[in-house]
């Protein structure tokens, strides 16, 4: 962790490092966390090799800063796969069984109230099924939106378009 | 070598400043304390991050911004732009949260969010905002939500109870998430820290998971803090942009 931010600061003229740090932090992502305030630490100290313009300098920084960032991305992205997957594992595990829950739960307390023992209850465990197998698969396959959303035409393009629109 | 394990001795609310009105028991307690102490942080945080309004951002000032710009990324992408003016609510719950579950790791401290009852309140406010919200914003025409489109007259007799149903599911699931994420997390760091303490040197072993299980924790109140506030978005954005 120490020698990380050394790295870093070490390159004055990171741009002509920018492809090998680029491969180092690949490597090292998860160890770096947060590469924008360590460049801004840095700034002092290289203030001799450049035209007195602090602020431009440091858009400048956070530019580069920025785009690292984001090349960085795919590194990290298998990890947050993974706990993407946790999450919604956890979320479809609870969307089922509660709806089954609820449903049955509110089915028996209709037929306390209406005396209409056993309907009310076999009619919503079954309604309460189809409810959960409905959120599953809307948390499944990103149609998170509307509860009865679905246009016509664009039905299938939205399955496949807002598949990766992520809601864990 | 009789250590008593006792994990869910953690949940129980203790009365900090007894307090009745009428019949109705409204003591201070620790779990209303906890809940105070995260809205003071936050305000904290906040505030005195804001105070300075440097344009180079110092310490304080990144977090507050950074959580600013979070949620409101988060609004912008899931409700669109309709949705601004409800950023103020999302990022009171998310931050609120957020702030709950990271106090409750802190140990002999109490996890709000443990309790069915706050995340459910929560979960009732987000459900209850956003029928209020849709009906403003649409009128009776709302009630459309229910009904999917391009679906022969028959099958709606039975599609339409069941749209109901997982819509009235909402206000469940999004509080039984979170609450059971949190108990079932803190419940085994008991266990776990209860073997350690109750099984001398090999404890070490327990104790190891117990890190692990911490950082698991960290993660989970994260992660949990940010379904929430999403689950939240993606309502909204259901009862906004209504087809």
Known sequence: MSENPAGHMNSPKGVALTGFEALFMVRRAPAILLPVPVSIVALPRMSESRPPDPLARLGEKIDKARAERVRRQPAVGDRSAMQQGLGLGVRIGIELVVAIVVATGLGWAIDRWFGTRPWGMIVLFFLGVAAGMLNVYRAVTGVSGPVGFRPPDVGAAASEGRSDDEDC | ?243
């Open chain 2, 1 to 243: 070598m009789a250590i008593e394990i006792r994990p869910l001795e953690q949940f129980t609310i203790e009365r900090l400043i007894p307090l009745h009105i009428g019949s109705v028991d409204v003591s201070y307690t620790n779990a209303a304390f906890l809940m105070t102490v995260a809205v003071v942080l936050i305000t904290a945080l906040i505030m005195l991050g804001t105070r300075k309004r440097a344009l180079v951002p110092g310490r304080w000032q990144s977090l507050a911004e950074m959580s600013y710009e979070f949620v409101a990324d988060m609004v912008e992408t899931n409700v669109g732009h309709g949705g601004r003016e409800f950023f103020p609510f999302v990022f009171t719950l998310f931050m609120f949260i957020l702030f709950a579950n990271f106090l409750g790791l802190i140990p002999y401290s109490y996890t709000v969010t443990s309790q069915i009852i706050v995340t459910f309140a929560l979960a009732a406010v987000v459900f209850i905002g956003v029928t209020i919200v849709g009906i403003v914003k649409h009128g009776f025409h709302f009630l459309r939500l229910f009904v999917p489109q391009g679906v022969p007259a028959p099958l709606l007799l039975l599609l339409v109870p069941i749209e109901l149903l997982s819509y009235c599911i909402r206000p469940f699931t999004l509080s039984i998430r979170l609450f059971a994420n949190m108990l079932a997390g803190h419940t085994m760091l008991a266990i776990f820290g209860g073997f350690a303490a109750s099984i001398g040197l090999l404890g070490v072993f327990p104790l190891g998971i117990n890190i692990l299980l911490v950082a698991l924790e960290v993660l989970v109140a994260a992660l949990q803090a940010y379904v929430f506030a999403i689950l939240t978005c993606l309502y909204l954005s259901d009862a906004i942009n209504l087809h």
